[in-house]
């Protein structure tokens, strides 16, 4: 599986993470995207020792997407700083299966990870571990299937919880096509990989070293997304 590159310098590496491909080193010992881009640097640049290379956010395995890694320290602290101050703007597309009441809105809920499980639920404020969770989305478009009705959403991430989109949308009973965590409609197909509908589209940050504002997007391409007619937003 090959990961491609969109922007790289000294300090930042910016590449499409493939559907499937796990962003660091898991139980599965599949390559991994960290481990991909190190072995990508060492060889084009002929290092004598293994690079510094840094994740600063995540993406769900089954998501395909835009992400940034850092290349030294300083810029992994810049880049981290952003995402906990909400400064690195997230995009992402997603088809829905079912409609969200309004045609954009923010959704706001409390979520609590289950490490066991590895899954992530909604809660009452309050409860023992929740963390408020905030995404922004707009409909796009809405289309009648033989199988149900299917959204097309651009989804906006204020903050980055564990499964968050994924649980918040399912919660509403709009859950992701194709994810058989957290959608019931594909839960009978979870012994098999299934590609899902979430694709990190756009990513917005300040360059680490020189300030300037990097703007990189990327539209979503598979199996999931055929199943609406995409139109570029």
Not at 103 to 119: F, P, R, S
Not at 196 to 203: D, E, G, S
């Amino acid at each position: 599986m090959k990961v491609e590159i969109l922007y790289e310098d000294s300090d930042i590496i910016v590449c499409i993470k493939p559907y499937g491909m796990p962003v660091q080193s898991d139980k599965s010992r599949d390559t991994d995207v960290l481990s991909y881009l190190k072995n990508y640097i060492f060889e084009e640049e002929e290092m004598v020792e293994e690079p510094y290379l840094a994740m600063v956010h995540r993406l769900d395995r089954p998501v395909g997407g835009v992400m940034v890694f850092a290349r030294n320290q300083k810029a992994a602290a810049e880049l981290s700083d952003q995402v906990q101050d909400g400064t690195m703007i997230k995009f992402y597309q997603a088809v829905l299966t079912g409609e969200l009441p309004d045609e954009c809105g923010m959704l706001e809920d409390y979520l609590v990870k289950d490490g066991k499980t590895n899954t992530s639920k909604v809660v009452k404020k309050g409860t023992k571990g929740a963390k408020k969770a905030q995404l922004q989305y707009e409909v796009l478009d809405v289309f009648e299937t033989d199988s149900g009705i299917l959204s097309y959403v651009l989804i906006e991430l204020i903050t980055g919880r564990h499964h968050q989109i994924r649980v918040q949308m399912a919660s509403r009973g709009c859950g992701i096509y194709g994810d058989t965590k957290y959608n019931p409609q594909f839960a009978k197909t979870k012994k098999q990989y299934q590609q899902i509908a979430l694709f990190a589209t756009r990513l917005e940050f300040e360059h680490p070293s020189t300030g300037e504002h990097m703007v990189f997007k990327c539209e979503p391409e598979g199996d999931a997304f055929e199943v609406i007619e995409l139109d570029e937003f």
